[in-house]
């Protein structure tokens, strides 16, 4: 016979159900998959987490949550994200965390990066992508983001790991310094029940990436080459310096080559060759071509043709597009028009170059890590009269 229970054993066990079931009320109605419940002030934030994807960037985002990964934050067991705030916050941008908790850790954070692990079918081209924030290639960490609106200049440079599937009204209410009161993984079926990271399986993951990266700079590095013989098959290389820039002359120019302190007219347009061949599911050319030309500054800019490059002063010595531009620069004569190409560290380097986000119109990018190519021409100067 079942033994009579007392109201206040009764009233104990209905507390107790909806303390553990409050984190995970809005997941009762989703499919099956992995989801991370970010719990704030302002509400809860649902997030869907791309396991068969990103399996990488997903185990690290769990493994930290649960505390299941080693870390120099926190003692194992401790939920890395609990405490943490939303350190950066830019309307019509992303909001940001992912920083320990300074009142539970000294660390600024957990102590190691892993590889970018991109894919084709993951975008910022919408407000709700969740995604691994970086200080370059290969640097991520602990923080992530939620983007606010169309963000898909960002695709290949940032890992997209998941995708908000309730709560968006919480997150375009979040303000910087609101606090995440906690983060919580929650499975639905067998196979998010299965994927459990620990400090051995992740370990394992980021030293396979590591193996990869490699393995995509030596495809890249022969897919660019590739790539040049049969784009410049009929030009004349006249040198290569140390740096490693290809010099193809068009114009020889004359006179005096421009010295130090000296200003002269300058104009290009350019090519960035931005490789797509490190991305998971890419279909296509595993290069894509950004055009672009100089500004009334230098900067680069936005085409529609090509003779829209503007002229603009470049003062030798003190003015500076780029290691490799500069220094043919200065090999030139007035007059001249030189085809430079220049590898990726002495272009826009790990850095990349993000041009002016103006609201409507398209962000010029120069990803990270691009070999440019450059069409250069230095003006004559005025003939005096």
Known sequence: MRRARSLGSLLLAAVLF??????????????????????????????????????????????????????????????????SVFHRVVDGHVIQAGAPDPKRSAA??????????????????????????????????????????????????Y??????????????????????????????????????????????????AKTGVENDAMDRRRLEREYLARRFSSRRMIEQTRDGVQHIRRRRGRGDRPADGERVAVRYVSMALRYRGHMRGVQGPLFEEIEFGSADDGSPKWLDVPTDADVFEYEVGVTSIGEGFDAALRSMRPGGQRIIIVPADAAY?????????????????????????????????????
Not at 113 to 136: C, K, Q, R, V, Y
């Open 349 to 385: 380097g790990p850095g990349g170059f993000y041009g002016p986000n103006v609201a409507g119109e398209k962000r010029l990018v120069i990803p990270p890590n691009t070999m440019v190519i450059y069409a250069i021409e230095l003006l004559d100067p005025p003939r005096e009269r």
């Open 18 to 83: 909806v303390a553990a079931g409050a984190f995970s009320v809005a997941s009762t109605q989703l499919p099956d998959g992995l989801y991370a419940e970010i719990v704030t002030g302002r509400g809860t934030i649902v997030a869907r987490l791309e396991s068969q994807k990103t399996p990488l960037a997903v185990a690290n985002f769990v493994g930290l949550a649960e505390g299941t990964i080693a870390n120099e934050a926190f003692e194992e067991g401790t939920p890395y994200y609990d405490g």
């Open 159 to 208: 890992i997209v790991f998941g995708e908000v599937v309730e709560g968006m009204e919480v997150v375009y209410g979040i303000g910087q310094g609101d606090v995440i009161e906690s983060v919580r993984i929650v499975r639905r079926g067998a196979e998010a029940e299965a994927f459990r990271p620990d400090t051995a399986s992740f370990e394992a993951m980021v030293a396979a």
């Open 108 to 157: 600024r954070g957990p102590g190691y990066t892993f590889p970018n692990e991109i894919h084709a079918d993951l975008s910022h081209d919408h407000a709700g992508a969740l995604g691994m924030a970086n200080g370059g290639p290969h640097t991520n960490s602990a923080q992530f983001y939620i983007t606010l609106d169309d963000r898909s200049y960002l695709d290949g440079d």
